[in-house]
């Protein structure tokens, strides 16, 4: 389940290692912003932000966007 990969990854596991660009696209999407709006920001293609939202998940072990949204605010990810 997401809480017990969650719970594991807290309890010292190392992090997967994501790009730069993930963590940005994650920050902005627990942030409630769309694809476009995100692919503006970053002056990426809106294909280019889904590869890394995807690629990001795949990392992380999560299946859906709320999973990825609840693993953002859970770390760091979220951003201020």
């Known amino acids: 389940s997401v809480m017990s990969s ?35 920001i970053l002056n990426l293609s809106r294909r280019t932000v889904e590869s890394h939202k995807y690629e990001a998940m795949q990392l992380l072990g999560l299946r859906t966007t709320a999973e990825l949204i609840q693993y953002a605010l859970r770390t760091d990810y979220a951003g201020a």
Request: no cysteine; net charge positive.
């Open 6 to 40: 969650l719970a594991s990854r807290s309890s010292g596991d190392r992090a997967p290692r994501l790009t730069a660009r993930q963590p940005q696209v994650i920050r902005l999407i627990a942030q409630g912003k769309g694809m476009k709006e995100i692919a503006a």
